[in-house]
Structures are given as structure tokens and as C-alpha cells.
């Protein structure tokens, strides 16, 4: 026998609480990685490879606001400038659809595949796209969940424009960080809302990633004091504009995982103080045979990691194993269309355990060694 | 080898004193099977406790093999203990999640002796007190008198000069009792080994070379 196998046995003597409380510890953290991850995917949008040379260009007002079409010979014209198309949200309403379904776009067909480089699209359905001014592209996520088809008739009603749009789906793309979109010409929705020479943002590639902050600075200045000022930025913090909206929720799940952490450290301390607390007698041998309070300290604190540790596999581990197996973008219809716990969480998960088997020992640990060898003889068993 | 001068304890229960040990003096020389008889409150526990370094005293001196106990801090009084004190209890107080085996190696975790050699030697303490066959059983698989005999060989283990027994017959049957008390007697016939046994029973005081009377905290003929 040695010290680790006297503290492993200590740990497990009473196998059903151990298990419980590790259990309680486990459930905690997973819900404590699952609100990480969330705040994550929420604050931290995915980006993809062509993000760096994308710049989004909105009305300076709002982007409830539009911009005339005609600005885009103007930004063509702007040294750095790759490509310009029009990305206008549509906001319309796919059958009965409750709403999180999936977001529609109008923008130039030709230049899909230029800016947006990454979606992957068989070229004969991205030709079918091009050709036919009524089609319409649609990602795999929104496709496989309403049992599109290629050939398909799509009816979007229109929500924010007076207008539907009658679509004929050309293809299906995937590979995107956001397979669910659906993507249309925009000309087909300048001719349903009778050519009204209005664009909801501009979306630009610039042909390299230094040439970006300048590329900004020039289109902001290009329509600087004209009746339709634009904001010009990164698509990162287009996104980050977005994730604002959001208000408090960040500060809610942040506020929450406060909350778990702090329940779990009364949990634990209590089960640790209550554990300890029944075995004062047993302390008090061990003082008597020699053993001193560093080591007797050393004991419970590691009893507690113990307990803490298998938690934190059980909870950060298990929340890792299950994000990684399961579709959480299905699950969640799309709101996250990534749930990744990344080795930080994971790390914040473990430390967290670490802070808890800390916190808990403290309490027993001072009981045991404020404990005289003859007063915890006196304890009952 | 035990040699106490005017040793006093007070205890204050409920901001009152009571005083457990009234200048007591006393000389216990090696080899010797001394036993302490009184009635509850006498003070007999407490005179054994201070003379194990379980407990400190309010004055006087208590010197085991010339090393003065009360004068020692806390760490170096564990240190002390673990070399010099075997403990025998009237509850056998074994820890409950441990092998027989492993009870009696507890001790030795405190030395730097090899895993096989603390094996070795838990082996044969109880080897020595006839419990090599339950060496693998769990406190709860034993009988009383099998605990106390596994209490003895973690008492001996580490092989100290002073032992001290706690009422150890008080849990036992008859024959479990003569056996405790016959193996802790021959024990005391071993070169240098000094025993101080608590007891109310004069049965189990005949075994003792050395028979002590306490009351009211101070030592009484008989």
C-alpha cells in the first residue's frame, strides 16, 4: 500500500456518494462548457478563408436603410477593389415556416462564387443558377430540412418587401459556415419590386488583405456628405454589429454560468465538510500514529481533486465527446451552426474543477487541523 | 525511562477549570507493564495521553527517554510519536476502508522504508500477533478480538519503546481479553519495551508488573 492507494479507497468508501457528488460536479460543468460554447458561437463568429478580404458596406443610418445601386460604378472604380455585388436581405417567408428557418439574399449570380468563394456547388447546378434569372441556390442544412429538390418550386412571401418571389431551385450548396441560406439574382427582385434602383448592402472583395483598411477608408469617404452615406467595415465587425444586438444575453449567460459555478462550490464544500466531518475519529488516528496537518491537509485536498477530476472528465469530457458526435446545428435549428468546445474551454471547464476541489477542502481542512488527537478520539464513529 | 515531575493538567469545560491531573510524579522504568486503575474522571486517561504526546501539560515536566514531550512543538511531537508510541484503543479504531495488512503498514507510510519492506514488516507484526491468515480481511470481516490483535500489530509495527493501551479488553469477550492480554504482557517482556495500560478491571490489571491508582487526579496507595 502506499499514500495514493490510501487516498483512492478513502475517496470511494462511501461509492454512492462519491458518485454523486462527482455527478453533481459533472452535470455542472457540462452545463458550465455548454453556456461557454454558447457565448462562444455568439461573441466569436466562425469566419471563413475569404472573411479577411470581404468588406461589407452599409447605409451609415441603419442597415434597415438602403443604398442606391447606382454607387456601385463608384465603388468598382476604388483602387484594391476585386469584385462588388449587391447582398440584399429579403426577409420573406418560406411556406409556414415559424421564422428560424432560413435567411434569403438577392445579389449578383455571376459573382457568387468570386466573393463567397467558398460554398461547395457542382458546376453544372451553379451554370442552371446563372442561366435562369428565376433560380435560386439553397444550402444542404435548409434543403435536407424541408426535403428540397433540385427542379423544385420555391415560394418565398415577401416580409419586408411588398412582394413573393417564385423560385425554381438550381442547386444545393454546402461547405459554407452557414449552410441554411438561400440565394437568389437580385435583378429578379429589382424586377418584383418594379426596378426600384435600391440595394440593401454592398458586399466587396478586395484583392488583398493590406489593401483593406484602405480600401474602407476610400469607399467611406466616396459618399462622405451625399444623400446616402455608407459604413464601410470588415465583414468581422459587419458580424460583430449584429452580435451587439443581442444586448444582455451575453452578459445573461455569463451571469448564469456565475451562478453554476457558484452552486457547484456550495455543493462540493458541503459534501467535503460532510465527509470529512465523519471521520474526525479516524483523523485523529492518524494524528496519534504521526501524521502531521500538512499531510492530513494534503489528504482531503486530494480526496477532493479526486472527486473534482472525475467530474470534470465526466463533464467537460463528456460535453466535448457529445458537441463533437452530434449535429447541433440540426438540434438547435440553426442558431448555432457550430458548437465547438475548443481546448480553451475545455480548460476553463478543468480549471474551474481545480478552483472547486480547492474551495471545498478548505472548510475540512481547517476543521481537521484545528482537531486535537483526544478530541477526535471523543467524536462517535 | 518515563520519568513525570509535578505534572498538572486543567481543563476548563464551560469557562470552569477542572483539574484533571494534580502534581503528579511518578517514574516508569523500561520493561515495565505498568497499569493505571481509577474510577471515570480520575485523570488515568489523561496521565497516559500526556505521557504519549497526545495531549500537553499545564505544568510540570514529562520526560520519555530523557526527551522532554510537553517542551515539543506540534510537528516534532508527530515525529516523536511515530517513532516512539504504539497506540492501542478500546474502539480499535482501524481505518475501515483498509486490509488488516494495510492498517498495521499505516504507520510505516511515515518512514522511508520500500513499499516491500513495509510490507515485510507488517507481515510479520502480524505474524506476531497470530493474524496472518486475515492479513487481506477487512476490519469488518474480523471479530472484536481480531480488530484488537490487528490494533496491536499497528501498535508494534514501527517497533517503539513505549506502548500504551486505552481500556483494550473494554469492547472484548472474556476469551478475546485474555488473549489482548496476554500478547500485550509478553510484549512487555521484550527488551526495552515499556506498556501503560488503562483499565477498570482488575482482572485485566493482574496481567500489569505494576498496578497505579488514581482519584481525583493525584495518585493513591492502595
Redesign the interface.
Known amino acids: ?3 495514493a ?2 487516498i483512492i ?2 475517496t470511494w ?1 462511501n461509492k454512492r456518494r462519491a458518485a454523486l457528488t462527482s455527478l453533481s460536479v459533472a452535470v455542472s460543468l457540462f452545463l458550465l462548457t455548454t453556456l461557454l460554447t454558447a457565448l462562444r458561437e455568439l461573441t466569436v463568429p466562425p469566419e471563413d478563408v475569404g472573411a479577411s478580404l470581404r468588406i461589407a458596406v452599409r447605409n451609415k443610418i441603419s442597415l434597415a436603410n438602403t443604398l442606391p445601386a447606382k454607387q456601385r460604378g463608384n465603388i468598382q472604380k476604388i483602387p484594391g477593389v476585386a469584385l462588388v455585388s449587391p447582398l440584399t436581405f429579403f426577409g420573406g417567408r418560406f411556406k409556414e415556416d415559424d421564422g428560424i428557418g432560413f435567411a434569403q439574399f438577392g445579389l449578383d449570380a455571376d459573382l457568387l462564387i468570386g466573393i463567397f468563394g467558398e460554398a461547395n456547388l457542382p458546376p453544372e447546378q451553379f451554370d442552371a443558377f446563372k442561366k435562369d434569372r428565376r433560380a435560386c441556390l439553397v444550402g444542404r442544412d435548409s434543403a435536407t430540412r424541408h426535403g428540397m429538390k433540385i427542379g423544385d418550386r420555391i415560394t418565398v412571401k415577401g416580409g419586408i418587401y411588398p412582394c413573393d418571389l417564385d423560385l425554381i431551385l438550381a442547386g444545393i450548396y454546402y461547405g459554407t459556415i452557414d449552410d441554411r441560406n438561400l440565394y437568389f439574382h437580385h435583378t429578379f427582385l429589382d424586377e418584383a419590386m418594379g426596378n426600384w434602383g435600391q440595394v440593401g448592402t454592398w458586399w466587396v472583395k478586395v484583392k488583398s488583405a493590406e489593401q483593406v483598411p484602405e480600401v474602407i477608408r476610400a469607399i467611406n469617404a466616396t459618399f462622405a456628405n451625399t444623400s446616402a452615406e455608407v459604413l464601410a467595415e470588415t465583414e468581422r465587425s459587419f458580424q460583430l454589429g449584429f452580435i451587439s444586438m443581442l444586448g444582455n444575453v451575453t452578459a445573461f449567460i455569463g451571469v448564469l454560468s456565475s451562478v453554476v459555478v457558484f452552486t457547484l462550490a456550495l455543493v462540493t464544500t458541503s459534501t467535503m465538510s460532510l465527509t470529512i466531518r465523519e471521520r474526525f ?2 483523523l485523529a ?9 500538512g499531510e492530513i491537509a494534503a489528504f482531503i485536498l486530494a480526496e477532493s481533486f479526486m472527486l473534482s477530476a472525475a467530474g470534470a472528465l465526466l463533464g467537460v469530457g463528456g460535453g466535448w465527446l457529445l458537441y463533437s458526435k452530434m449535429s447541433v446545428s440540426q438540434a438547435t435549428a440553426g442558431i448555432f451552426p457550430f458548437f465547438e468546445v475548443t481546448p480553451q474551454i475545455a480548460g476553463a471547464g478543468c480549471f474551474v474543477a481545480v478552483i472547486l476541489s480547492l474551495i471545498s477542502a478548505v472548510p475540512p481542512i481547517i476543521s481537521a487541523c484545528q482537531l ?3 478530541d477526535g ?1 471523543k467524536t462517535l ?1 | 525511562m518515563v520519568s513525570i515531575r509535578d505534572l498538572s493538567k486543567v481543563f476548563y469545560r464551560g469557562g470552569q477549570p477542572v483539574q484533571a491531573l494534580d502534581n503528579i510524579s511518578l517514574d516508569i522504568p523500561s520493561g515495565e507493564f505498568l497499569v493505571l486503575m481509577g474510577p471515570s474522571g480520575s485523570g488515568k486517561s489523561t496521565l497516559m ?1 500526556l505521557i ?1 504526546g ?2 500537553r501539560a499545564t505544568q510540570g515536566t514529562c520526560e520519555v527517554h530523557g526527551v522532554d514531550v510537553a517542551k515539543l512543538d ?2 516534532s511531537l ?2 516523536w ?3 516512539n508510541v504504539g ?1 492501542v ?1 478500546q ?1 480499535f ?1 482501524l ?4 486490509t488488516a ?2 492498517n498495521v ?3 510505516l ?2 518512514t522511508k522504508l520500500s ?1 516491500a519492506r ?2 515485510e514488516m507488517a507481515e510479520a507484526a502480524l505474524d506476531l500477533v497470530g493474524l496472518s491468515d486475515r492479513a487481506a480481511h477487512l476490519p469488518k470481516q474480523l471479530s472484536g478480538g481480531q480488530e484488537q490483535r490487528v490494533a496491536i500489530a ?1 501498535a508494534i509495527v514501527t517497533d517503539p519503546l513505549l506502548i500504551v493501551a486505552d481500556e483494550p479488553t473494554g469492547n472484548l469477550d472474556a476469551h478475546s481479553a485474555q488473549e489482548v492480554l496476554e500478547l500485550l504482557q509478553a510484549l512487555s517482556h521484550e527488551p526495552g519495551k515499556t506498556i501503560i495500560m488503562v483499565t477498570h478491571d482488575p482482572k485485566a490489571a493482574a496481567y500489569g508488573s505494576r498496578v497505579l491508582h488514581l482519584e481525583k487526579g493525584s495518585l493513591v496507595a492502595c
Open positions: 500500500m502506499n499514500i492507494t490510501f479507497k478513502n468508501r475519529r479516524e488516528i492518524l494524528k496519534a500514529l504521526g501524521f502531521k496537518n486535537t488527537v483526544v478520539l464513529d | 495521553h504519549a497526545m495531549e506540534e510537528s508527530a515525529d510519536r511515530s517513532r497506540f484503543f474502539t479504531n481505518i475501515p476502508v483498509l495488512l494495510e503498514e499505516m504507520p507510510l511515515l513499499p513495509r510490507r499497528r
